[in-house]
């Protein structure tokens, strides 16, 4: 049988944890009662045993419930006292009546008890008047979006012109920069109400873009004879409230609009005062509120998800005080647990029902509005099922990683006997098909540690899902990963064993060189496959991903897609190879096996330049954007860091080009610099360590491993395989293999590098989001109200 605190642990919200009970410290104060009662027993051990023993056989079946009575009424008594401050309700205080064999200790452990039970209650209070205002806040929202797709519904039932039955076409699914005439309506049964609270500063996404507030501020109101009009179809003068419709520019399409729009509409006002236009229109676009119905609706499983885990709070406190008061009556044989938890079942958290009525409301809000009356399909949206872990996955993880050592064995065999890596091998094998190889084995050699990644971040209760934003229905387990780069590391040494061993037989280069180049195009064609087969959800996430990134300064940075910029930083080398591969046979050079084409040409010899900065380049975008959206000085400190990567990174492939002694002191220069600021951002920024005032010395305060060692031991191989660049300078091989080989080696160290990086990067982020109690995403909402003098 589990035991209570195994299964606490393991059913609270990682990110609350400090807010509920803590179990431990009580079961600690308790344990020391409990060595004090041993230590008074055997003292107090008389003689007279057997009447001592016929007293108490007696007054416990004589007098049993008068002595209960009593000491219900005897041993303790809760004082409850009025707050500091009224909004915070009753704060509760034990007096002890009765002796105990320790009453120091007893003392002690009330006192840590009501500290517990107050701890609770605040929180639980705190919690629900947020989730009550933001539900009021979303009801005022809903109220705003039924009453404009009501009068857009009016006006297109009036007969819609042939411009409006046009753009009627571009509504569907995309960002429209043309904006929709309606004629506004002069009867309405009750106005709008004003829309929503401020957006919660800490939230880790969806921040409202700066520049959309420039946007808004530089619009203007008109007003005549009654008649009302939306400027850039951002804000509207309704019934005497302005309310601006607030699409953050999360993506190219709505960036565009948004600047697009704004000159257009300027140029429309200046036009409309020179002609005398008819200005008695309303102006709104069906495709803002398409998204402003997305948004709400987010909004709405978001905090359907924060009141579940405030159920799921309440629910465990009231089983830990139970189950700790039910250890100290056993330690203590005292009666106590009736008293304390008459007084716990009825404080605040366990007595309110404000949070289980709201969910009820929000449920049958949600499947009436986003449902169509539909349950079962709001309950896909409010409460996802999660995929259960098959045996099956376990069986063909062992399966495929048997096949693959088995396959690497052989080819590392025949390697050897046909000498295909010694320094005066056959420079085609090298220069065509090895690199292939070492794409795939650095790629796959990382999704395999993200899969480690993952079992360690389940494992310390870390919560990926919720700091990636990723479905629990659709993420990647570990088990999948570790399924997905076992499979494929076999068949792609498989196939290279194939070639090698269809070469040893004498085939010619020129009748084999096909084969590495359809084992790539098979798994772009996997990766880009449309059908729902290869976890689809997965890829097409991931080519998502890929696109954010190469257009970094037009999206919104999530915390998924400058992760994911970082380990493409760390996969140079594999995009250097692609490159090289993808000229290889794009240009047809495997036909006449001239793999020196792409060396010697110009136009591709600059593209490798490129490669090398590109990640780095992209990064820096991306910090470029969230100082933009955010306003954080530290987003500029973060991109000098990757410029100086930049540098570094250009003037090694200048020096690989031309071994010169000026470009050689040039890589020095630059890689000690980037090595620096980079390590000073790994510690200090990305995984918060090196506190100097912290109760942990050099470390943080909080801490997920119990350890701490090992987060020195992390520094320090940090530090040395952050200095891998120096091979460059003091090149060095092993024994008689060649170059290329020592160079994947070293690729691969900092594979592994990324790899632990990526722990405790989350594990900071995690310890940020416990801190400001983070559970649930902060969604910003469409429509705010704007004063006269905004």
């Known amino acids: 049988m589990v035991k209570f605190s195994k299964q ?192 919660d500063k800490n939230s880790m996404q969806c921040t409202v873009s700066p520049t959309s507030d420039e946007l808004g501020k530089s619009k203007r109101m008109k007003k005549e004879d009654g008649k009302f009009r939306s400027l850039s179809g951002r804000i509207i003068n309704y019934q005497g409230r302005n309310l601006r419709i607030h699409i953050p520019m999360t993506n190219p399409t709505r960036t565009f609009s948004s600047i697009t729009y704004l000159l257009w509409d300027d140029l429309v006002n200046q036009s409309s005062k020179k002609c005398g236009s008819d200005e008695n229109k309303l102006h709104i676009n069906r495709t803002k509120l398409h998204h402003a119905e997305k948004m709400i609706r987010g909004a709405f499983i978001e905090l359907y998800k924060g009141l579940g885990y405030l159920k799921t709070y309440r ?190 037989k004498g085939y010619s280069y020129a009748q084999v060189q096909i084969i590495p180049g359809l084992l790539l195009l098979v798994f772009l064609v996997v990766l880009v496959c449309p059908f729902n087969i290869v976890y689809k959800s997965s890829r097409f996430r991931f080519l998502s991903v890929i696109r954010n990134i190469i257009l970094s300064p037009l999206y919104e940075v999530s915390m998924l897609d400058f992760f994911m910029a970082d380990q493409l930083c760390s996969q140079v080398p594999m995009l250097r190879n692609l490159e090289y591969v993808a000229c290889y046979y794009i240009t047809g050079s495997y036909k006449t096996l001239d793999y020196g084409y792409c060396v010697r040409t110009t136009y591709y010899r600059d593209l490798a330049y490129a490669v090398s900065f590109l990640p780095y380049y992209w990064r820096a975008m991306q910090c470029a954007r969230r100082w933009f959206d955010e306003g954080h000085k530290s987003h500029l400190v973060n991109l000098g860091k990757y410029v100086s990567a930049m540098l570094a990174a250009g003037a090694k492939v200048a020096y690989e080009k031309e071994k010169s002694v000026g470009w050689l002191c040039l890589v020095i220069v630059m890689s000690s610099a980037a090595t620096l600021y980079q390590l000073y951002w790994d510690f200090v920024k990305d995984w918060g360590l090196l506190q100097i005032h912290s109760k942990n010395p050099w470390l943080r305060d909080e801490l997920i491993l119990q350890k701490k060692f090992i987060y020195f031991f992390s520094m320090g191989l940090n530090l040395i395989l952050r200095l891998v660049w120096l091979q460059t300078v003091v090149p060095y091989n092993f024994g008689s293999v060649d170059y290329r080989v020592t160079g994947l080696f070293l690729a691969a160290l900092e594979v592994v590098r990324r790899g632990q990086w990526n722990f405790y990067r989350l594990e900071n982020e995690h310890l940020n989001n416990a801190g400001k109690f983070r559970a649930v995403k902060t969604v910003p909402l469409p429509f705010h109200e704007v004063d006269d003098e905004d």
């Open 8 to 199: 606490f642990e393991g059913q609270l919200v990682p990110e609350w944890k400090e807010a509920f009970v803590d179990y431990w410290k009580l079961k600690k104060d308790l344990k020391k009662i409990h060595l004090l009662n041993n230590e008074k027993s055997e003292i107090k051990k008389q003689s007279n045993y057997s009447s001592s023993t016929l007293v108490s056989y007696i007054n416990k079946y004589t007098s049993l419930g008068l002595r209960l009575k009593q000491r219900e009424h005897t041993v303790i008594q809760v004082h409850q006292k009025l707050a500091a401050s009224a909004s915070q309700g009753y704060t509760y205080e034990t007096e002890l009546l009765e002796q105990f064999s320790d009453t120091d200790a007893a003392i002690e452990f009330f006192a840590c008890l009501d500290l517990q039970l107050n701890k609770v209650n605040h929180f639980f209070r705190t919690k629900e008047k947020e989730f009550l205002e933001r539900s009021k806040s979303l009801k005022n929202q809903m109220e705003i979006l039924i009453e404009l797709k009501t009068a857009v519904k009016q006006q297109r039932a009036k007969g819609p012109s042939f411009q409006d039955t046009k753009e009627e076409d571009s509504i569907s699914g995309t960002i429209s920069c043309d904006e929709e005439s309606v004629k506004d309506r002069t009867e309405q049964e009750q106005g709008l109400k004003n829309s929503t609270d401020e957006l």
């Open 315 to 504: 629910h465990l406190n009231m089983l830990a005080f139970v189950k700790i008061m039910k250890k100290f009556d056993k330690v203590t044989n005292k009666q106590v647990l009736p008293i304390y938890i008459r007084v716990v079942e009825s404080s605040y958290f366990n007595s309110s029902d404000k949070a289980l009525k709201l969910a009820d409301e929000v449920e049958e809000l949600f499947i009436m509005r986003f449902a169509e009356d539909d349950r079962r399909k709001a309950m896909k949206y409010l409460k996802p099922t999660q995929r259960k872990e098959s045996h099956a996955t376990t069986f063909f993880i062992g399966l495929f990683t048997g096949c693959f050592l088995a396959l690497f064995v052989g080819y590392v065999v025949m390697a050897h006997i046909t000498g295909m890596y010694s320094p005066n091998s056959n420079t085609v094998y090298m220069d065509t098909v090895y690199p292939l190889l070492s794409m795939f084995s650095l790629l796959f050699l990382h999704f395999f540690l993200y899969g480690c990644n993952i079992f360690m971040w389940r494992k310390t209760r870390i919560n990926y899902s919720f700091i990636f934003e990723q479905s629990p229905t659709k993420e990647l387990k570990y088990s999948d990963v570790f399924l997905i780069s076992t499979t494929s590391m076999a068949a792609v040494v498989g196939i290279l064993f194939v070639h090698l061993s269809l070469m040893s």
